[in-house]
């Protein structure tokens, strides 16, 4: 198990917020931090879409720096948490919800694995809506595409956004691909891409 490297670098996280250490980082915030974790999160799915797994390594490797970042700024405050909070949370979570691997519950297909995982979701966090748990911050058409399933799963007939503007064309997509079983944002992403090697293409016969 790598646990001398992680401890290592939670020891030089705590050594750059400390006094003497780094004053950029002393400075920052959780507010402030915000950008990077969403850069991040974004340069780590285009090192999984290039294939290049050295890049993966180290894209992880920098937002696994945000994670101990937040974490270190949450231990400073009085009623904060620290990594190892944030690591026995996660540990916690992953064996409750993985009945069938460490409480000898059936398996079932993955599609019922999945359905299980939301049901444990809905009474963990006691949610009273289908809307709950779901972050209005994500990319509009991610948004869309998420409170369709939720309200799917639900059993809830809702009507969508009606009228001939260009938001209401585009949210009767993203319910056609939800009921086809595509994600929305991967699908419009693969032809974005698509549509970006084609440019490139034209641009080389120019």
């Known amino acids: 198990m790598p646990v001398p490297e992680l401890e290592r670098a939670v020891e030089i996280m705590d050594r750059l917020r400390s006094p003497g250490?780094?004053?950029?980082d002393a400075e920052q915030t959780h507010e402030s931090l915000t950008r990077y974790l969403i850069e991040e999160a974004y340069e780590v799915v285009e090192a999984i879409e290039t294939g290049d797994l050295h890049l993966?390594?180290?894209?992880?490797?920098?937002l696994l720096l945000q994670v101990l970042f937040h974490a270190r700024i949450a231990q400073e405050r009085p009623d904060g948490f620290s990594i190892e909070d944030v690591a026995g949370d996660l540990a916690d979570k992953?064996?409750?919800r993985h009945p069938h691997v460490f409480a000898g519950?059936?398996?079932?297909?993955?599609d019922d694995l999945n359905e299980a995982w939301e049901r444990n979701k809905?009474?963990?966090?006691?949610?009273?809506?289908?809307v709950d748990g779901v972050p209005v911050a994500q990319p509009?058409?991610?948004?869309?595409?998420?409170?369709?399933?939720?309200?799917?799963?639900?059993?809830?007939a809702v009507e969508p956004p009606a009228g001939?503007?260009?938001?209401a064309r585009l949210f009767a997509v993203v319910e056609d691909a939800v009921a086809a079983g595509v994600d929305p944002e991967t699908a419009l992403?693969?032809?974005?891409l698509e549509y970006r090697r084609r440019i490139t293409a034209a641009e080389s016969r120019t």
Not at 21 to 24: I, L, V
């Open 21 to 24: 250490g780094c004053p950029w």
């Open 56 to 62: 993966l390594r180290e894209e992880l490797g920098d």
């Open 94 to 96: 992953l064996v409750r």
């Open 105 to 110: 519950a059936e398996a079932g297909s993955a």
């Open 122 to 130: 809905v009474v963990e966090k006691q949610r009273t809506s289908a």
């Open 140 to 156: 509009a058409l991610a948004l869309a595409g998420k409170l369709v399933s939720r309200a799917r799963r639900a059993g809830l």
């Open 164 to 167: 001939e503007e260009i938001g």
């Open 189 to 192: 992403r693969r032809a974005a």
